[in-house]
């Protein structure tokens, strides 16, 4: 962990009624002192909709080459490439070339991102998909997020259910397109 990070622990319990998904785990995610915290809980929102045995948060800012999370499969090789924000075209390309499935989840309207990355040459941009939610969901999730979260986490229909014991929050999950309007 970089000098000039906080720890934010996640304790989730995740129903992803569409996948078969029932998992209960421990995330920790850190936050660099120059990234916002949209960007934190923003990871942690995109592992567990992600969810799978070998996904892994990586190093992030530590190294600009790789996404905010990947999985590899048993051999190693890369299966998934998972950005959080607005990353490069250039960066997106790289990625495509490596793996079949790359995912966005950017904190910002994903059309605006969605035609950014349209208007430049990026290798199979069919392969990427961009994730968003309600504009009003993450800035609320931001507001009651503190180092200690207790996440439950419910998936059903492309609908997101999120509770902290105290509160709950619900949005719509959007999928987009970068080849298509």
Not at 85 to 96: M, N, R, V
Not at 117 to 145: G, H, M, Q, R
Not at 147 to 165: D, F, M, P, Q, V
Request: proline share 4%; hydrophobic share 40%.
């Amino acid at each position: 962990m970089a000098a000039g990070s906080t720890i934010h622990n996640f304790q989730v319990i995740l129903s992803d009624i569409e996948r078969e998904v029932y998992e209960t785990f421990t995330l920790q995610v850190a936050r660099h002192d120059s990234e916002l915290l949209e960007s934190t809980v923003l990871k942690a929102l995109a592992y567990c909709l992600e969810y799978e045995e070998r996904l892994e948060l990586t190093r992030g800012l530590d190294d600009p080459e790789v996404p905010a999370l990947w999985s590899h499969d048993l051999t190693g090789r890369l299966t998934r490439w998972i950005e959080v924000g607005s990353p490069s075209a250039a960066k997106l390309h790289k990625a495509c070339k490596k793996v079949s499935r790359v995912t966005i989840y950017p904190y910002r309207d994903p059309e605006i991102l969605r035609q950014q990355l349209k208007a430049d040459k990026i290798y199979k941009s069919e392969l990427i998909e961009i994730v968003s939610f309600d504009p009003n969901f993450l800035p609320d999730l931001v507001s009651f997020t503190e180092k200690r979260n207790r996440w439950e986490l419910a998936i059903s229909e492309r609908i997101l259910y999120l509770g902290n014991g105290t509160k709950s929050l619900s949005t719509s999950i959007i999928q987009h397109s970068i080849a298509t309007s």
